[in-house]
């Protein structure tokens, strides 16, 4: 490869600190709990009472993931009443997991 390519290459690299935000998101996703919380989300905001039921874990622990999804803005927040609801914090979130549970399903093939 020539120096114009690498040069071309490397310049097209998104930055250090978009690389590591990319990195905080796939590590997020490595959690069981986290990744089923977003598949559910994607049919719907949630309170997490619903998620409790649904996943069987303590308020606690949803709370904890839900927690780390909002720092990584994976998932917002919207007051209703008494009750705080959970949804995809927008498409993109959607799309990721869509392609990520498609390419999982390929893999079964």
């Known amino acids: 490869m020539d120096d114009a390519a690498v040069k071309t290459m490397t310049n097209a ?10 990195c905080q998101i796939f590590g997020a996703l490595q959690c069981t709990t986290r990744l089923q919380i977003l598949l559910l989300l994607q ?3 949630l309170c997490v009472t619903d998620l409790e039921n649904v996943l069987g874990q303590s308020q606690s622990a949803i709370s904890h993931n839900l927690r780390t999804l909002r ?3 994976l998932v917002r927040t919207k007051r209703e009443g008494r009750f705080t609801l959970y949804h995809l914090a927008d498409e993109h979130v959607s799309v ?4 990520c549970q498609q390419h999982a399903k390929e893999m079964e093939n």
Do not use: A, F, K, T
């Not at 690299?13 to 990319?22: F, G, T, W």
């Open 43 to 45: 049919h719907g905001p």
């Open 71 to 73: 720092q990584l803005d």
């Open 13 to 22: 690299l998104p930055s250090e600190q978009v690389i590591n935000r990319i």
């Open 96 to 99: 990721l997991v869509d392609m």
